[in-house]
Structure formats: structure tokens, C-alpha cells
């Protein structure tokens, strides 16, 4: 069957176009870019030969572009084939003359028609910003539309592996969003840390290559920018050529993996029988005790009295939640942290406060960002989605009292992580002590950052009825927010001025954090502390609609 | 097998000794802007009787259990269980009643036991009896093997039996069970339906929703019928057969295929209509007849007469089935008569 006559690219791609969040980000993404575009277009009669204007805009343009294909791309194949799975219908695709490669490659176009449809809708921005000169029509833009394409080819195929292997819609969704944040921001790491080691470091060579499956450094080089937080050194592996058989190498494993999974066997699925340590033989019952620390076959005692019954339930029946896996987590927490912590103490030396600081920052707010949705913006629409909710609503608990049970076993797991990660200020204080106030600051602001994730992610899971949806909402609200207004700061000075820069990095505690470390390029903005009314504000705002809210749904109808 | 007749946490407040009645309706509607999804529903349930509650998809019985329960706001009338008001008193209602909605309700990653005993923490069960609770439960319900495995990977069936041992925990004085025989294999539903009346021997009193209307009859003291919102049946099973065989279905097998058309046609002599329907494969002329037993005497003579070879002449017996075809036909053809009475209203 070939490609134009497979009926599941029809059906997906118009799938996605019926729906009015489709028509919502059409209408969005036009909106933004043309505003972009807007805002330089020249309004008196002086040309500006030097093309400076328009390449401003270009670089913003293809910062949001990429920001906006990174951001979507999860959201329809990360759900795709494990709905089916769950809804039945993929039985029936296998009872059909489609086989996995015709079921993979239509869940593939269908998905990359709708982000075509996406793009297409900046194409008239980006046409008038040729029009502005100075940005070349072929080799500029139509090579930022052709690497938009190729991370859309690369995360789509990753998603649609991850939905293969999922078992729940909202979890191939967190998986989907982390590899692509694992790709794309993940994989520039190292290079960040071990350029300019020389020709004879292995591992920094290594780094050169891996930054090449992320389409973050060939942008810039495309967009005429140094190399990813470039210490002036210059890479001897060039992004841009390397981006697109690393993409299409990726594709390729993720389209032979997700094809090997598209059979019957993907509905196999062992289930425990549940045998208890105390029912093995004394040597397995020895090794369990030997070898875990705590036995997750162990008989759990019952919920102890004065506690939250809901909070318990809720990191037990949490996938990572159960107590041998918090033991498991705050060790690789402990080493993680004393790896930073002597990559901080050797690097701050050579680097300065400022920069380690920074990057500290980063890693916490990206850690945050990506985890809390995955936590708390199931916890309502999670319920209501499983049948959980009418259970919870028929015991004498009180609204007040389910709400702070979940709240709070979110709250619990983010502190833990949170904590884990600050010996690498330590060593900061250590080596600089004035530095001790700002650390104090920058703590405050990633407190507020966790309570906002933690409160945003909870209102949106009280206002869905599904968990993939609620999860979506969450990543994109907190995405917008965190690194929505970075694109801004991208766009520093040209063609965003100083005080509107100012403005958006307001809602945005990291920015705060940043600044108040003196991290290059944050220094100029004085966000504190308004960035803390703003966020506390918002805070409070979704805490009181998040007790209406769930007021409301534990009321009868 | 014991099962503790108080609650093991909080009391629930039991209804007046003076009184059998756990449960009654009046004149309970339900109103969705202008659909009516209940329309003046007046039922009641004794202590320990089983009541069965049928009707077609949509029929509103859902809508009476969200209201019973406490999920759902009445339009008006009113619903109490035990003297407690389902609207008013909605905390009492929560620990008088056991709800089994048609979902499970599952959590990841939990064995049976600790889901019982989050469910008893929520209803305020100390620990210690707690734990004797979820023993005697799971006792009750035949699942005492589950305690260990984990709910999203028990079975349909299992999960039904660990929903019934969920609503048990508190010692409620009411079960409602919404589809509890819903997909269960033969098997499984005669373990249920053992279950059930188990449940009404030690004093519970049972409200069931079902499809299965076998298994419903051989369980139910009352029955409550229910189409488009209203209530077109209501009463012990036996006087609601009676009802229904006032209009008895008769059989008639015959020896021959050739006979079959001209025993219709004498048939539908007899009853001055062409209502008899007729089975080639079975070589069966059916009937549905007010006549009594004389005159059916006459048409079997007059078939003999008529030299048609009958090799049997029988009353078919009525069940619940037929009881709720019956009624449901009749509605069926209310609406017709009322649809073509609007039709002639609008000419």
C-alpha cells in the first residue's frame, strides 16, 4: 500500500486538524510571528542596507520556531499509539491488511501534516522578513524551515517509539517531553562543560559529536551565533551538517524499534502475582533482606492514624513513589549532587561564581519543570479519568483534606530532590562566602518556583478530565513561562528593548535567580522582587481557584 | 464467616427499630435544563430485600443511584436512606451507603489490601480494625486469596468481588450496586449472585442495576422498571409476573410444514387480527393472547377440526424478561401514539 493510499494518514491528520486547540495554535503561531515581524518592520523612508533589523527579528523568529516545534511535537504521536492500545482499536488495525511499517509511517506523516500546517503559518512572516533584506531566502530561512522539519522528524519518532512502550497515555506524554528535553538540552551539556580541552581529550571530542543530535547548535549556527555558551573556543565539529544525520540516524532506530513493537505481543503484559518475601524460601527471603534496603514485597502495615490517607495513597500507588524507590532516588541524588559538587569546586575556579551558579540554577528550575507536571498535574484528572474521583467523593473525607493529601505528596518529593541538589551551593559559599546572601536569595526563588509548578500543574489537573490533557497544559503553561520569556531575553536589545525585556522576565524566577547570582546577560535586569509578588500572586490565585475548584467537584452536581 | 453488624469506625447511624424501610423515594425528579431524566420516581426498599432495578440504556436508573448516593442534586422530591435525607445529610448518607459504581476505580501499583486499607482510612477505621476488617471482607466476598496482588492485574470478575469487599469496609446498611454481573463470565456470575444473597441473609439491604435479567429474578425480592425517566413497574417480582401474564404468549408446534399457513390464518380468525408470528425452522405459530382458557380450548378444536397436525399446544411462562419487553413495548408504543397524536396536532 503505498503512502498517499494509507487511510490512517487521513485519519490522523484530520483527527488532529476537527479539534479546536488545532485551530487555537494556527491562530497563535500566526499571531506571534507576524507580531515579530511587526514590531521592526522599518516605518520611516531610510533603508537599512546593513540588513541589522531584519536579522534580529530572524534570529528571535527562528528561536520561537524552534522553541514552538520542540514544545508541540510530543503532544499528538507521544499519545498516539498507546490510546489506541487502551481504546482497542489497535487490535484492530493488526486485523487489517496494514502492516506496522503502513501503521507507523501514518501516525508519522499524519503527525508531521499537522506541524506542516504549523509552520506554514509562519511563512508569511518569514516571507515579509525577506522582504526587510538581509536575511537570504534560501540559504536562511528555507534552511531554519528545513531543520524546523528535521527535529519535527526526530522528536515525532521518538514519541511514537515511547508511545509503543507506554502503558498509559500521560506517561508516554512525561516520557515523550523528557526525552526531547533529554535531546535537545540534555545532549549540549558536556560540550558546555569540556570545550576547549584540546584535540587529545577524548571525552571532549565526544562532546563535540553529541551536541550534534540537538537542533539547538545547528540554529545558531545558521542564525550566525556562537557555539552553545561558546568560552571562545571554536568547535572542530560543525553543528549544522552534523545535525541532520544525527536526526535522520535517530529516526531510523526509533522508526525500526517502534515498527519491531507493532504486533500482538505489544498487548502482553505480565501481571504480578504478587508473592510476598515471607512466602519465599528462606535463602530468597536472606538475599531480599541482603540486597534491599527496603523490600517492596514486604506486607506494608496499614495507613498509621493522624495521617493523611490520600498522601500515603498517592506514593503508593505513584509508579517511583514507593518508599524503595525514594531510597533508590535519594541515593542517586547524594551522588549526583557530589558530582556536582566537584565539578562546581574545579569549575568555579576556572569559570567564576557567576557562571557554575547560573548553570546550578538552570538544571534546578529544568528539573523542576519537567517533573512536577509529571506529578501533580495528574492528581484530579488522573482520578477523574481512572473512576478514582466518584470513590474518593463517596468517603466522609472532606475536599480540604484530599487536596492537601495530594498537594502535599508532591511537595514532599520535590523537596527531597530540591534538597539533594544544594551541596553544589555549598561549595559556592565555600569558596566565595558574600556569596551567602544571593545563594539565600536564589533559594527563595527556586522555593517559589516549585510552589508555582506545584500549584499551576494542580489547577490544570482539577480543570481536565483526562490525564494526558491536564499533563499537556501543565508542560506547556510552565514551558511558556520559563522559557517562553528566555526567547525574549534572546532578543535582548534588538529588537526587544531593555524594559520590555525587564517586564517579561518578571514572571519568571529563574531569570530572578539568575540575576541576583550575576550570571552573564542577567545582570542589567533588577527583577526583585517583583519577580516574587508576581509569582506569589500567581500562586495564591491558583491555590484559591484550585479549593473552589475542588469545592465544586466533590459537591453532588 | 462473620461479619461485624456495627461499624468499626465512626457508627453509622442505623434507621428507627419501629421501622423496615431503609430506603424511599417520593416523587424524585431530574431535571437537565429541559430534558427530564427522572420524572417523579417513587420506589422503596425494605431491610434486607434485594431490589432490582432495570431499564433500557438511558432509562435513568444512573441518575436515581448519583441521587440516592449523594453525587447528584435532586430538581425536586425527595430521597431517604435509613431517615437520612440524600440531600441534605449527604455525610450520614456516605457512611449508610456502600457504592459500587459500573468503573472499578483502579490504582496503579496497589495490592488489594493496602486499597482496602487506604478506603478504610478514609473512612476513619482505626488501624487495628482496620486490618481485622479487610480480613473479614475479603472473607465475606470470597477474595481473601487477592490481598496480595496487585488491582490492575486481577480480572474483571475479581476486580467486581474486590469493589463489593470496598463498599462492605464501613458495614454499610445499603449496598447499591451499579452492573455488578456486567461482562462476567457464567461462572463468575453465579459466585456473584450467591454473593449477593449472602449479603441480604446477613441483613444488608441491596439496590442492583443489571442487564442480566435471569440473573436478576433469581435474586430479587422487588423490582422497579424504569423507561424514559419514569417508573412503569414497581413491586414484589411475583405480582409484577402476574401483571405481565394477563397477556399470556401461546405456542403452537406442528407436525407439518405445510400446516403452518393455514394455522396462522386460523389464528388470526380466532383473533380477529394478524398478529401471530410464525417460525419456519421451529415450525411454531406464536401468539399473544388476552383470551381464557375455554376459549383457547375452542381454537385448539378448531385446528384439530381444520385437520392441522398439532403435536403441541402450550402456554409459554413468563420471566423478567418478558416483564420488561412488556413494558418497555408499551412505552414503545405510548410514544408512538403520543408521536402521531403530535403529528396530527401540527397538520
Known amino acids: 500500500m503505498g503512502v498517499f493510499g494509507n487511510p490512517i494518514i487521513a485519519r490522523e491528520f484530520t483527527n488532529l486538524l476537527r479539534s479546536r486547540r488545532a485551530i487555537h495554535l494556527f491562530v497563535a503561531v500566526a499571531a506571534a510571528s507576524s507580531a515579530l515581524v511587526l514590531m521592526r518592520w522599518p516605518s520611516d523612508a531610510i533603508v537599512d542596507l546593513s540588513g541589522n533589523q531584519s536579522r534580529q527579528v530572524f534570529r528571535v523568529f527562528g528561536y520561537g520556531m524552534l522553541a514552538t516545534v520542540l514544545l508541540l511535537t510530543p503532544v499528538f504521536p507521544a499519545t498516539s499509539i498507546v490510546r489506541e492500545?487502551?481504546?482497542?482499536?489497535?487490535?484492530?488495525?493488526?486485523?487489517?491488511?496494514?502492516?506496522?511499517?503502513?501503521?507507523?509511517?501514518?501516525?508519522?506523516?499524519?503527525?508531521?501534516?499537522?506541524?506542516?500546517?504549523?509552520?506554514?503559518?509562519?511563512?508569511?512572516?518569514?516571507?515579509?522578513?525577506?522582504?526587510?533584506?538581509?536575511?537570504?531566502?534560501?540559504?536562511?530561512?528555507?534552511?531554519?524551515?528545513a531543520l524546523l522539519a528535521l527535529a519535527a522528524l526526530q522528536n515525532t519518532a521518538i514519541s511514537l517509539w515511547i508511545s509503543s512502550r507506554a502503558t498509559t497515555s500521560d506517561g508516554a506524554l512525561r516520557w515523550s517531553f523528557a526525552a526531547v528535553l533529554a535531546v535537545s538540552v540534555v545532549a549540549i551539556g558536556p560540550h558546555q562543560f569540556l570545550q576547549g580541552r584540546g584535540t587529545e581529550s577524548l571525552l571532549s571530542t565526544g562532546a563535540e559529536y553529541l551536541r550534534c543530535v540537538s537542533p539547538i547548535p545547528a540554529a545558531m549556527e545558521l542564525m550566525a551565533h556562537s557555539d552553545v555558551a561558546s568560552q571562545g573556543f571554536?568547535?572542530?565539529?560543525?553543528?549544522?551538517?552534523?545535525?541532520?544525520?544525527?536526526?535522520?540516524?535517530?529516526?531510523?532506530?526509533?522508526?525500526?524499534?517502534?515498527?519491531?513493537?507493532?504486533?500482538?505481543?505489544?498487548?502482553?503484559?505480565?501481571?504480578?502475582?504478587?508473592?510476598?518475601?515471607?512466602?519465599?524460601?528462606?535463602?530468597?527471603?536472606?538475599?531480599?533482606?541482603?540486597?534491599?534496603?527496603?523490600?517492596?514485597?514486604?506486607?506494608?502495615?496499614?495507613?498509621?492514624?493522624?495521617?493523611?490517607?490520600?498522601?500515603?495513597?498517592?506514593?503508593?500507588?505513584?509508579?517511583?513513589?514507593?518508599?524503595?524507590?525514594?531510597m533508590r532516588l535519594m541515593a542517586a541524588s547524594a551522588v549526583v549532587s557530589l558530582v556536582l559538587t566537584l565539578a562546581s569546586t574545579t569549575a568555579t575556579m576556572e569559570r567564576g561564581v557567576e557562571t557554575i551558579g547560573g548553570i546550578m540554577v538552570a538544571l534546578q528550575v529544568a528539573l523542576i519543570v519537567l517533573l512536577t507536571p509529571t506529578l501533580a498535574a495528574t492528581l484530579i484528572s488522573g482520578e477523574v479519568e481512572s473512576g478514582g474521583w466518584t470513590l474518593l467523593q463517596m468517603t466522609p473525607m472532606s475536599a480540604a483534606r484530599i487536596l492537601s493529601g495530594k498537594l502535599m505528596s508532591v511537595l514532599w518529593t520535590l523537596l527531597l530532590i530540591i534538597v539533594s541538589t544544594l551541596p553544589g551551593y555549598l561549595v559556592i559559599v565555600w569558596i566565595s562566602p558574600e556569596s551567602w546572601l544571593k545563594v539565600r536569595v536564589v533559594l527563595i526563588c527556586l522555593a517559589w518556583t516549585a510552589a508555582f509548578a506545584?500549584?499551576?500543574?494542580?489547577?490544570?489537573?482539577?480543570?481536565?478530565?483526562?490525564?494526558?490533557?491536564?499533563?499537556?497544559?501543565?508542560?506547556?503553561?510552565?514551558?511558556?513561562?520559563?522559557?517562553?520569556?528566555?526567547?525574549?531575553?534572546?532578543?535582548?536589545?534588538?529588537?526587544?528593548?531593555?524594559?520590555?525585556?525587564?517586564n517579561a522576565l518578571r514572571i519568571n524566577t529563574m531569570a530572578a535567580a539568575l540575576s541576583v547570582m550575576g550570571t552573564p546577560g542577567f545582570v542589567t535586569y533588577r527583577l526583585i522582587p517583583d519577580a516574587w509578588w508576581i509569582t506569589g500572586g500567581a500562586c495564591v490565585g491558583f491555590a484559591v481557584v484550585l479549593v473552589l475548584r475542588a469545592r465544586t467537584l466533590t459537591r453532588p452536581q | 464467616m462473620t461479619t461485624a453488624t456495627t461499624a468499626p469506625g465512626e457508627p453509622a447511624a442505623a434507621p428507627s427499630p419501629s421501622t423496615s424501610r431503609v430506603m424511599e423515594t417520593r416523587a424524585l425528579s431530574k431535571r437537565f435544563g429541559?430534558?427530564?431524566?427522572?420524572?417523579?420516581?417513587?420506589?422503596?426498599?425494605?431491610?434486607?430485600?434485594?431490589?432490582?432495578?432495570?431499564?433500557?440504556?438511558?432509562?435513568?436508573?444512573?441518575?436515581?443511584?448519583?441521587?440516592?448516593?449523594?453525587?447528584?442534586?435532586?430538581?425536586?422530591?425527595?430521597?431517604?436512606?435509613?431517615?437520612?435525607?440524600?440531600?441534605?445529610?449527604?455525610?450520614?448518607?456516605?457512611?449508610?451507603?456502600?457504592?459500587?459504581?459500573?468503573?472499578?476505580?483502579?490504582?496503579?501499583?496497589?495490592?488489594?489490601?493496602?486499597?482496602?486499607?487506604?478506603?478504610?482510612?478514609?473512612?476513619?477505621?482505626?488501624?487495628?480494625?482496620?486490618?481485622?476488617?479487610?480480613?473479614?471482607?475479603?472473607?465475606?466476598?470470597?477474595?481473601?486469596?487477592?490481598?496480595?496482588?496487585?488491582?490492575?492485574?486481577?480480572?474483571?470478575?475479581?476486580?467486581?468481588?474486590?469493589?463489593?469487599?470496598?463498599?462492605?469496609?464501613h458495614d454499610p446498611e445499603v449496598l447499591i450496586l451499579d452492573e455488578p454481573a456486567n461482562g462476567l463470565d457464567p461462572e463468575a456470575r453465579v459466585e456473584m449472585r450467591q454473593l449477593l444473597l449472602r449479603l441480604a441473609a446477613i441483613g444488608k439491604s441491596l439496590i442492583v442495576t443489571s442487564h442480566i435479567l435471569p440473573e436478576l429474578a433469581r435474586i430479587c425480592?422487588?423490582?422497579?422498571?424504569?423507561?424514559?425517566?419514569?417508573?412503569?413497574?414497581?413491586?414484589?417480582?411475583?405480582?409484577?409476573?402476574?401483571?405481565?401474564?394477563?397477556?399470556?404468549?401461546?405456542?403452537?408446534?406442528?407436525?407439518?410444514?405445510?400446516?403452518?399457513?393455514?394455522?396462522?390464518?386460523?389464528?388470526?380468525?380466532?383473533?380477529?387480527?394478524?398478529?401471530?408470528?410464525?417460525?419456519?425452522?421451529?415450525?411454531?405459530?406464536?401468539?399473544?393472547?388476552?383470551?381464557?382458557?375455554?376459549?383457547?380450548?375452542?381454537?385448539?378444536r378448531d385446528l384439530v377440526d381444520q385437520r392441522v397436525r398439532v403435536s403441541q399446544f402450550r402456554e409459554l411462562q413468563a420471566d423478567l424478561e418478558d416483564a420488561f419487553l412488556s413494558v418497555t413495548r408499551e412505552d414503545g408504543d405510548r410514544a408512538r401514539i403520543d408521536a402521531g397524536a403530535g403529528t396530527k396536532a401540527a397538520r
Not at chain 1, 509511517?105 to 508569511?124: D, N, T
Not at chain 2, 422498571?225 to 419514569?230: A, F, K, Q, V
Not at chain 2, 401483571?243 to 405456542?251: G, H, K, L, M, N
Open chain 1, 234 to 326: 571554536e568547535s572542530r565539529v560543525r553543528a549544522a551538517p552534523g545535525y541532520p544525520l544525527a536526526a535522520l540516524a535517530i529516526t531510523l532506530a526509533a522508526a525500526i524499534a517502534t515498527t519491531t513493537r507493532l504486533n500482538y505481543r505489544i498487548f502482553d503484559r505480565a501481571r504480578s502475582q504478587g508473592v510476598m518475601t515471607h512466602e519465599r524460601s528462606r535463602g530468597e527471603q536472606w538475599a531480599r533482606r541482603l540486597f534491599f534496603l527496603v523490600d517492596p514485597q514486604r506486607r506494608t502495615r496499614g495507613i498509621a492514624p493522624l495521617v493523611n490517607p490520600v498522601l500515603v495513597k498517592e506514593f503508593r500507588c505513584r509508579r517511583f513513589g514507593r518508599f524503595h524507590w525514594l
Open chain 1, 85 to 145: 492500545k487502551n481504546q482497542g482499536t489497535l487490535a484492530l488495525l493488526f486485523n487489517s491488511p496494514l502492516g506496522p511499517v503502513s501503521i507507523f509511517v501514518g501516525k508519522l506523516i499524519g503527525a508531521l501534516g499537522f506541524l506542516a500546517v504549523l509552520l506554514m503559518m509562519s511563512v508569511p512572516a518569514a516571507a515579509a522578513l525577506t522582504a526587510m533584506g538581509g536575511v537570504s531566502p534560501l540559504r536562511e530561512i528555507g534552511g531554519l524551515y
Open chain 2, 34 to 169: 429541559d430534558f427530564i431524566a427522572l420524572d417523579a420516581l417513587d420506589i422503596h426498599l425494605d431491610r434486607g430485600q434485594i431490589l432490582g432495578f432495570i431499564g433500557p440504556n438511558g432509562a435513568g436508573k444512573t441518575t436515581t443511584i448519583k441521587i440516592l448516593v449523594g453525587l447528584l442534586r435532586p430538581s425536586s422530591g425527595e430521597a431517604v436512606i435509613c431517615g437520612a435525607d440524600c440531600r441534605r445529610d449527604a455525610r450520614r448518607i456516605k457512611k449508610l451507603v456502600g457504592y459500587m459504581p459500573d468503573r472499578f476505580g483502579s490504582y496503579d501499583n496497589m495490592r488489594v489490601s493496602e486499597y482496602l486499607d487506604f478506603f478504610g482510612a478514609a473512612f476513619g477505621i482505626p488501624r487495628r480494625a482496620r486490618a481485622n476488617r479487610i480480613h473479614e471482607v475479603l472473607e465475606t466476598t470470597n477474595a481473601a486469596y487477592m490481598r496480595d496482588r496487585y488491582v490492575e492485574s486481577l480480572s474483571h470478575g475479581m476486580q467486581q468481588r474486590v469493589g463489593i469487599a470496598r463498599t462492605l469496609l
Open chain 1, 454 to 502: 506545584l500549584l499551576a500543574s494542580a489547577t490544570v489537573s482539577a480543570f481536565c478530565r483526562r490525564a494526558a490533557t491536564s499533563t499537556t497544559v501543565a508542560y506547556v503553561l510552565l514551558l511558556s513561562v520559563y522559557a517562553g520569556t528566555m526567547l525574549i531575553w534572546l532578543g535582548r536589545d534588538a529588537p526587544f528593548g531593555h524594559a520590555m525585556v525587564e
Open chain 2, 221 to 300: 425480592d422487588q423490582v422497579a422498571i424504569i423507561t424514559n425517566g419514569r417508573l412503569r413497574a414497581f413491586g414484589p417480582l411475583a405480582e409484577i409476573m402476574r401483571r405481565v401474564s394477563q397477556e399470556r404468549t401461546i405456542e403452537i408446534q406442528l407436525a407439518n410444514r405445510e400446516d403452518l399457513p393455514r394455522a396462522a390464518r386460523i389464528v388470526d380468525a380466532f383473533h380477529g387480527d394478524a398478529g401471530a408470528s410464525v417460525s419456519d425452522t421451529e415450525l411454531m405459530v406464536r401468539f399473544r393472547s388476552h383470551k381464557s382458557e375455554d376459549e383457547l380450548g375452542d381454537l385448539l
